[in-house]
């Protein structure tokens, strides 16, 4: 099973870039990465989902080292509507490794 | 993409008693799924629903307690029995569409459980 671990919480100011990494060290050769997003009382939202290298979008970019075992989810000049909590997921080929861990809430002060 | 939706958005049951939650997503789906996410906490897969047969449960978790239906490939339901306060939690239906060697995988929007 690929376990991840992120921080528990993370504060940043409007405006600022935020970068929030993600351990996975047991990351299996043909697992993605995928973020997620999640506001309160709603759904985890799909953000962005990357294999090596860099991904970006309207919304994020995703770095994954050489290695695969840690990415880092880049959110450009957030904003207040950017308090969520984050999951990252790397889970294995199976249903079964569909697991979240337990995520990193980000709080944008003003 | 995937559209979920899901009935009840919210209810509130007494200790003993069950809750069917519905999940209807906008297209044909192969890989559905049900969680639960407890307040303040991370989602915990409950099972994989599968489309002809049983579901498949996560350690923990066990048909008695979550019977689970699948009887097409845009509808499933999760049933929730002799319900007791520490089953009040948010209940969500979710999907995996694969494309090539990716996937995305999309939620509905949870149902809400009390349990009084």
């Known amino acids: 099973l690929a376990k991840t671990t992120q921080p528990i919480s993370m504060d940043s100011y409007e405006g600022q870039e935020v970068n929030i990494t993600c351990s996975h060290n047991?990351?299996?050769?043909?697992?993605?990465i995928t973020w997620y997003q999640q506001f309160p009382s709603q759904g985890p939202r799909f953000i962005i989902q990357?294999?090596?290298t860099k991904v970006t979008n309207e919304v994020a970019s995703l770095f994954i080292p050489a290695d695969r075992k840690s990415s880092t989810l880049s959110l450009p000049r957030v904003s207040l509507s950017d308090t969520a909590v984050y999951y990252c997921?790397?889970?294995?080929?199976?249903?079964?490794?569909?697991?979240f861990g337990s995520g990193t809430q980000l709080t944008v002060l003003p | 993409s995937a559209v979920i939706s899901q009935k009840p958005s919210r209810d509130i049951c007494q200790r003993g008693t069950s809750l069917t939650i519905q999940c209807q997503v906008d297209?044909?789906?192969?890989?559905m799924f049900w969680y639960r996410q407890q307040p303040g906490q991370s989602l915990t897969l409950i099972a994989t629903?599968?489309?002809?047969?049983?579901?498949?449960?996560e350690s923990g978790f066990v048909i008695d307690k979550f019977p689970i239906s699948r009887p097409n490939l845009t509808f499933s339901t999760l049933t929730v029995s002799n319900m007791s306060p520490e089953d009040s939690s948010i209940y969500l239906c979710?999907?995996?569409?694969?494309?090539?060697?990716?996937?995305?995988?999309?939620f509905g929007p949870g149902t809400r459980l009390t349990v009084t």
């Open positions: 990357g294999y090596k």
């Open positions: 997921l790397a889970p294995l080929g199976s249903a079964r490794q569909l697991t």
């Open positions: 979710s999907v995996v569409l694969l494309s090539g060697g990716s996937y995305e995988q999309y």
């Open positions: 047991n990351i299996a050769t043909n697992d993605y």
């Open positions: 297209s044909q789906v192969t890989m």
């Open positions: 629903a599968n489309q002809g047969s049983e579901a498949t449960y």
